[in-house]
């Protein structure tokens, strides 16, 4: 029995250092959808975000999400597309039915579903996850990780004077 609750949904992000809250997110994606159109923003979409921190190249992202969803044999049920835009496949007619975000992105799905109903799209169903929280309950970010404050688990890393 099939128990997903849509045959097709989108995810995206840059997935810079594949954190905890990156996982989380994508584990929701496969557990709602059959088939998960991942969004990887491409280098020179991620230089037009102008992140606070450096950002692994998309071949380095590339690798890296591959290796997570083969490691939880979901690779199969994925199609990795390069992002250079907010919006990506999710304004071409299709079998898209969902999006799959967290709190913090939740304002881009809200921004496609309007393009969408201008471009005569049904808008998408939108799954929200919370943020992740790390051991000092602050979300988890690759910013946060970046600047050597906590690791990918979201555990604190000890300062040492």
Same mark, same amino acid.
């Given at each position: 029995? +099939? +128990? &997903?609750?849509? /045959?097709?949904?989108?995810?995206? %992000?840059?997935?810079?250092?594949? @954190?905890?809250? @990156? =996982?989380?997110?994508?584990?929701? *994606?496969?557990?709602?959808?059959?088939?998960?159109?991942? %969004?990887?923003?491409?280098?020179?979409? #991620? *230089? =037009?975000?102008?992140?606070? @921190?450096?950002?692994?190249?998309?071949?380095?992202?590339?690798?890296?999400?591959?290796?997570?969803? +083969?490691?939880?044999?979901?690779?199969?049920? *994925?199609?990795?597309?390069?992002? +250079?835009?907010?919006?990506?496949?999710? $304004?071409?007619?299709?079998?898209?039915? *969902?999006?799959?975000?967290?709190?913090?992105?939740?304002?881009?799905?809200?921004?496609?579903?309007?393009?969408?109903? /201008?471009?005569?799209?049904?808008? $998408?169903? #939108?799954?929200?996850?919370?943020? #992740?929280?790390?051991?000092? @309950?602050?979300?988890?970010?690759?910013?946060?990780?970046?600047?050597?404050?906590?690791?990918?688990?979201?555990?604190?890393? &000890? =300062?040492?004077?």
């Amino acid at each position: 029995m +099939n +128990n &997903k609750r849509f /045959k097709s949904v989108a995810v995206g %992000g840059t997935f810079d250092e594949l @954190h905890k809250g @990156h =996982k989380t997110l994508l584990l929701k *994606a496969f557990e709602v959808g059959e088939q998960v159109l991942i %969004g990887l923003c491409t280098d020179e979409f #991620v *230089a =037009k975000m102008k992140k606070p @921190h450096m950002v692994a190249s998309y071949e380095e992202r590339l690798i890296e999400l591959k290796c997570f969803l +083969n490691k939880h044999g979901l690779l199969e049920r *994925a199609k990795i597309i390069p992002l +250079n835009d907010a919006y990506g496949a999710t $304004l071409q007619k299709g079998c898209l039915e *969902a999006i799959v975000v967290s709190k913090e992105t939740e304002p881009t799905a809200k921004k496609i579903n309007e393009e969408r109903t /201008k471009h005569g799209l049904e808008p $998408l169903k #939108v799954v929200t996850i919370e943020m #992740v929280p790390s051991e000092n @309950h602050a979300p988890i970010s690759t910013t946060r990780i970046r600047m050597g404050e906590i690791d990918r688990e979201g555990r604190l890393i &000890k =300062k040492h004077a």
